[in-house]
């Protein structure tokens, strides 16, 4: 029996073969190979599972069904397209608890979260449905007489997604969706950790309509099945969610190939807490955003920049709150938190957690270590823990990931701003403060994708941009109308009916009469 444990990664690849999860071509089915992996439940770590560990060949079908349906997919009327999103949407609606649990189940988080997430995925698609009806563009003047110029979207052509374990239905359908309404085929490849979820999506698709070989789902790891779909020639766009480390190599082998390339990554957000900020609020903000998915949200709040002036009474009052939060199997409606994905995502947030203690001395306050008993002492559970640190400390510079939050000291706003902006991630920061000049000085100076105010950093909404700045992405954002930039191409198009040669630039300044 072989075992392969991928960077990050609880998978494993064993000879048990169970379902047909890939979908190609219209139809599910294994892995060329025969070859699977285990899906675990991270909280009991029972496997709940097997799922094909998808070859270069499973790939390559896939994309050559998706290349084959785009040719008509593409000519679908958008409304019609629209139609079918609003099917799914209404599928996903129905199912919402059952994928809410089978969520919960294999990623963790907590039923209240898997429920938002799916609840995301169903906004995303009736927002995506409405563009059926939309999908503008321009029609503007020509410098030249009887002629007629607009702009359309076209799409990209075949989009190869793939994505992360963290929000496992709500992030491909940010990407499916818009990909579907602009007409595009796709090949998704989901995290390994979180397939399950990949699989009820696909699914909802399915049933309401969409045609063989416009959504294809391939199972796999990164280093195989992702990898293979990212060199694959005839894939045109690759848009990722994922680590800024993985990122920079997707956009390399993009850019070296000519593919639109789309990289949502990783964060390391900060709530500025003033002294004027309502404290009550700004606790509660911060246990959100801080603890919400254990900390595993590229918009987690994993610096807590508090002035120097309510730093103690902040500082009790968070820790004595965290030292209560109810860790558990996320299957209980109790629970407030989860567990790590996997093995290795645990160990690295231990490995974090010495960094604090040893390397950066930093001031530990409550929790630090892996249960070791009771419930928790089985499955991936990390104790919530607060330290306080600096801000040039490596556990307040770089992604931890985890249920790991770093309170810092700041004599200012001035401060609170540079040290916000001190890392190489800009995704979310949050301010809390009642002072409207504060508010719209921190808008202005944050080097953020996505700003809250009196609000934690977690919580963005499907109609708006999100993205980041820095090494947060290379520009693009997903959801909203800007996901729609991602995923079609703008076509100028002129209509020149004067019966005559026009030369723009030159007819209108007779440009040719001097040459
Ligand atoms: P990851 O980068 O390890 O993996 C993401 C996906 O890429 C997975 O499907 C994986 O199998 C695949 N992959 C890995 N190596 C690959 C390769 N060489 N070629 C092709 N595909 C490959 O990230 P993760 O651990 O799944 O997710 C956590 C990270 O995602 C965090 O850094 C987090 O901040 C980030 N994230 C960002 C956003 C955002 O929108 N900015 C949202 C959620 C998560």
Redesign the pocket.
């Given at each position: 029996m072989t075992t392969i444990l991928?960077?990050?990664?609880k998978m494993t690849t064993k000879k048990a073969v169970h379902g047909a999860f890939n979908f190609i071509g219209g139809k599910w089915g294994r892995s060329s190979k025969g070859g699977s992996f285990e899906n675990i439940n991270p909280a009991t770590e029972e496997v709940i599972d097997f799922y094909p560990d998808s070859t270069a060949e499973d790939v390559d079908r896939a994309v050559q069904f998706a290349r084959k349906a785009f040719h008509s997919w593409r000519k679908v009327p958008v409304a019609k397209r629209g139609e079918i999103l609003l099917k799914a949407m209404q599928i996903l609606a129905a199912k919402k608890e059952e994928i809410s649990r089978a969520q919960t189940k294999e990623m963790g988080k907590i039923l209240k979260e898997t429920r938002g997430d799916v609840q995301e995925a169903i906004d995303t698609a009736f927002y995506y449905a409405g563009e059926g009806r939309r999908l503008f563009g321009q029609t503007t003047t020509s410098e030249l007489p009887n002629k007629f110029s607009m702009s359309v979207r076209m799409p990209v052509g075949i989009c190869g997604l793939?994505?992360?374990?963290?929000?496992p239905t709500a992030?491909p359908s940010?990407k499916i969706f818009p990909a579907l309404i602009c007409g595009n085929t796709l090949i998704l490849?989901?995290?390994?950790?979180t397939p399950e979820s990949a699989v009820h999506l696909v699914r909802a698709l399915e049933e309401a309509g969409v045609p063989p070989g416009v959504v294809n789902l391939v199972h796999?790891?990164?280093?195989t099945?992702?990898?293979y779909?990212?060199?694959h020639p005839d894939v045109n766009l690759?848009s990722?969610?994922?680590?800024?480390?993985?990122?920079s190599?997707?956009g390399a082998?993009c850019g070296k190939a000519f593919k639109k390339c789309n990289?949502?990554?990783?964060?390391k957000n900060a709530q500025i807490v003033m002294e004027d900020a309502k404290l009550d609020l700004a606790i509660e903000g911060a246990l959100w955003g801080a603890f919400g998915t254990a900390g595993?949200?590229?918009?987690?709040t994993s610096r807590v920049l508090v002035h120097e002036k309510v730093f103690k009474e902040f500082e009790e009052r968070f820790v004595e709150r965290v030292k209560r939060i109810k860790v558990g199997n996320g299957l209980e409606e109790s629970t407030e938190m989860g567990p790590m994905?996997n093995r290795s995502?645990l160990k690295k947030v231990q490995e974090y957690v010495e960094i604090g203690k040893h390397k950066d001395r930093a001031k530990l306050l409550a929790g630090g270590e892996r249960y070791t008993e009771g419930e928790c002492g089985k499955g991936f559970f990390f104790k919530p823990t607060v330290f306080e640190g600096t801000s040039k400390m490596r556990i307040s510079q770089e992604?931890i990931?985890g249920p790991v939050a770093v309170l810092i000291r700041v004599k200012s706003f001035e401060e609170s701003m540079e040290v916000l902006n001190s890392t190489v991630?800009g995704?979310s920061g949050s301010i809390y403060t009642q002072d409207v000049n504060r508010v719209m000085r921190a808008i202005q100076d944050m080097e953020t994708g996505i700003t809250y105010i009196n609000a934690p950093t977690i919580g963005a909404e499907v109609h708006l941009p999100?993205?980041?700045v820095k090494q947060?992405?290379n520009g693009h954002r997903?959801a909203g109308t800007t996901a729609l930039e991602i995923f079609s191409e703008w076509k100028a198009v002129y209509v020149d009916y004067s019966g005559t040669l026009q030369r723009a630039q030159i007819d209108t300044h007779d440009g040719d009469k001097n040459s």
């Open positions: 991928e960077r990050g990664n793939i994505t992360p374990w963290n929000f992030i940010w490849k989901p995290a390994s950790d796999g790891r990164g280093s099945a992702g990898k779909l990212l060199e690759i990722f969610t994922g680590s800024s480390f993985v990122g190599q997707i082998s990289l949502e990554l990783g964060g595993q949200r590229c918009t987690a994905i995502q992604e990931f991630y995704l999100f993205g980041g947060t992405g997903e």
